[in-house]
């Protein structure tokens, strides 16, 4: 489908350089575009296994928390215990809302003794934030950072950024960030990104260098071969790596999207504590899960509801045909107890039937 | 630009029926798939300006408050004064934070005594709404009310309207909703739409009757050469329709945007109104105005800068080829003294300088 360009929807700073590697499909995100593929879907996914890709993810925004009460401001609003965070170090958390509704799963990075960086999947964070902060009349400013995520990624992309940066990145830990700066441009350098395959962020410090970036990272990686690419559905369901507002909806709670361990219940309170105690002591309902198909089904543009006999008993939210499993694979939000690992369901998609089988998460 | 379908972008009730009449372009708004064209533009316009024409706007998501503090959340919420709204009477309102910054400008309903829906441009006011209700533990449910507006719109959409639900209906007033039912569908009916060409919003309460509306209106509508059509670019441009988020940035406030008269100082509070009071009194800094090209500068994708004497004063926001005017014409958001209708400046767009000159809005 024909996706019109507008005002309302944001290229990004690293737009013309996508356009020039030949950019031919996108999302929106963050009413920014995310460039997925450029064409050629096979080699995209073999760089990123094998070799290293760059991707323009400043769809990222990150969301800053500035000023004397930032600190206390991130933990209201995080699930995670932020009390020993550094400078420079990421924790990925889950955000929910007073009734413990999921509302995002950032990364939040503690990047200056008063500043907190919110790295947000697809929401308005930015307004949330503005609502808590105000109406508790906190001492902080929250903005949008104007910080451009550029990610490298790939079992190579440590030898690329090593040969942009120096080698002293091979010693940055997961989720740590550190300062950097090449040909003038400032930045963040950090472990991290949204595969399993290893991999770098640069956050961008400065919107109008974006393609000089770019360039230098292609230069840097033309020894090994490195090529754009996307977030990689193929790799990240296989890694059972969650898509907030893929595989959740309005009313899902971070235990049933499998970020139970993100929740620290017993630290310090956070919004929406109170209701998530209730819910672990009810215990889970329904869980996002592995499913396995029989044959292939095809491309699935929207959830397809999982019967079991005869009744609803959940969705298939993301299909793709995967070459480790060898077959197409998903992830599915399945009720219990027909979420428990080798349990036969069905699916119904536009084209027909389809027999699946709930498997663990992840895939490999 | 090809835009890849995934679950995080829903389809709407509506999506079998345009998929079948041939949607060709569309964007995402409120993270819903909107159909724009159907792949003959001209046409698309004639009906809208002399005909009639059916929208899917079922990504005009509906805010739910529901509960004995609804009226106060949604008054809290709204920059019009509601204390007289009646039930089933609209009203179009902007949204702001407390620091006076534009965060929506939607139609708020009083769709009963105690509910009231919101209808949304393309921003995440669930999610805003719920924490202000939540942080001022007021009594009111916030829900998305799975209400899915089908507009028809076009001079001879009253006709179609009243062939399909009675004459009955010519007597709706602007901006006020009936309920209504055919065919067992239920729905309200208003007298509203985003074009100046007169017609209706029909907004469904049912999602699972989708295409048989969709068919009943195209049925009834056949005499009157009914077709296809979105939200049209040209049409709004020359009637002066904000866009939100199109022409606006996060920080601008409803005064610059030309909504200054749906802003009710002098009412009951709502949030924001200290920082408005301010910004009045310190006076408009810029604004929206139209621009008239000289020449045909091409498809505008991202805000272009405006500049006068090698100044950046502003940037042009939209910029359409308008049949009425005989000229391309945009919308532009242009610093004081520049800002004033008659003034000569330049933009620049990646193919090159334009000479433009600041007019009124409307343009028609």
Redesign the interface.
Known sequence: ???????????TPF?ESTLAAG??????YN?T?LP??YGDPEAEYRRLTEGVAIWDVACQRQVQLAGPDAGDLAQILCTRDLSQARVGQGKYTAMV???GRL?NDPLVLRADDDVWWLSLA???????C???A???QMSVEVS?ANVAPLAVQGPLAEDVVAALLGDWIREIKFFNYHRAEVDGIPMRVGRAGWSKQGGFELYLEDATRGNDLWDLVMAAGEPFEIGPGGPN?IERVQSGLL?Y???TT?DTDPFEAGLGKYVDLEASDFIGRDALIEKRERGLQRSLVGVVFDEHPG?????WPVMATGQVVGSV??VVVSPKVGRSIGMAMIDVPHNVPGTDLVTSSPNGEWSITVAALPFV
């Not at 950019?23 to 929106?28: E, G, L």
């Not at 697809?122 to 949330?128: E, F, I, P, S």
């Not at 491309?299 to 959830?303: E, H, S, T």
């Open positions: 489908m024909e996706l019109v360009e507008t005002s309302r929807i944001m290229w737009h950019v031919t499909a996108v999302t929106v009413h575009m997925l593929s809302d007073h009734q509302i697809d929401g308005d964070m930015l307004q949330w503005r609502a808590i105000s109406e508790r949008d559905a898509s507002r893929t595989e309005d491309v699935l543009k929207n959830p939210r993301v």
